[in-house]
């Protein structure tokens, strides 16, 4: 089964620093990946997907980037952070078949301050 | 643009009671439907996955049912367990498995 790593657990950063969060998956190979971020009180919402290395679709503008530089590594970042930019940031895998389930990391919590 | 609504919002119980949750969603255009919980601070746990083919799937004491015409499933949970409290998310799945959550339902079984 896929195991998903995410790394750091937890960060601190100053509005107007950069961001980079990385994402690692083992045990599948060619698989979808997805950067989701919870912020507090609202649900789960999808920021990227990737279907492979250097394929990257973006679901809501903002001023966060993501890149794919292996098949197994998914990153998030961006060049200066918001305080709106708070929240929990969740790395999601799942085999290249939509009736495959995904699998969620166990999160990075980001506060910008 | 798919919308998913979970009811309720919260749920408290007390231990041994058969319970169920409920999602509705906007879209019936979807591939599948999972359903998840989230412990405090903690990732997703997946716990049931139904193809748009399957009307049902279990797993343990969980049963999960598919109405995809009418945009609806429901997670029940038999005999609930302290260990059962999280917040359990719904999500349906669209193109290159995208999915779109709920806000969760809050589950507090008490002893």
């Known amino acids: 089964s896929q195991t998903i790593h995410q790394w750091p657990a937890t960060l601190v950063q100053p509005v107007g620093s950069p961001l980079s969060l990385e994402c690692t998956v083992e045990?599948?190979?060619?698989?979808?990946l997805y950067w989701y971020r919870q912020a507090a009180g609202r649900g789960l919402q999808l920021l990227f997907y990737?279907?492979?290395?250097?394929?990257i679709s973006s679901e809501v503008p903002q001023n966060l980037s993501a890149s794919r530089p292996q098949d197994w590594q998914f990153i998030l970042s961006s060049k200066k952070l918001l305080l709106s930019d708070s929240g929990f940031y969740l790395c999601?895998?799942?085999?290249?078949?939509?009736?495959?389930?995904?699998?969620f990391g166990p999160g990075t919590r980001l506060t910008v301050t | 643009k798919q919308e998913v609504t979970q009811i309720p919002a919260a749920l408290s119980v007390p231990e041994g009671e058969n319970l169920v949750l409920n999602c509705s969603f906007t879209d019936s255009a979807i591939y599948n439907l999972q359903w998840f919980r989230q412990d405090p601070g903690k990732g997703l746990t997946s716990l049931l996955l139904i193809q748009s083919s399957q009307r049902e799937q279990t797993s343990g004491r969980l049963n999960a049912s598919l109405d995809k015409s009418s945009g609806r499933s429901t997670l029940y949970i038999a005999a609930s367990q302290p260990g059962d409290s999280a917040t359990y998310l719904c999500?349906?799945?669209?193109?290159?498995?995208?999915?779109?959550f709920g806000k969760g339902t809050m589950l507090l079984v008490s002893p």
């Open positions: 990737s279907v492979g290395i250097g394929q």
């Open positions: 999500a349906p799945s669209s193109g290159y498995s995208t999915l779109t």
């Open positions: 999601a895998s799942s085999e290249g078949d939509v009736r495959y389930e995904q699998y």
């Open positions: 045990g599948t190979s060619n698989p979808n």
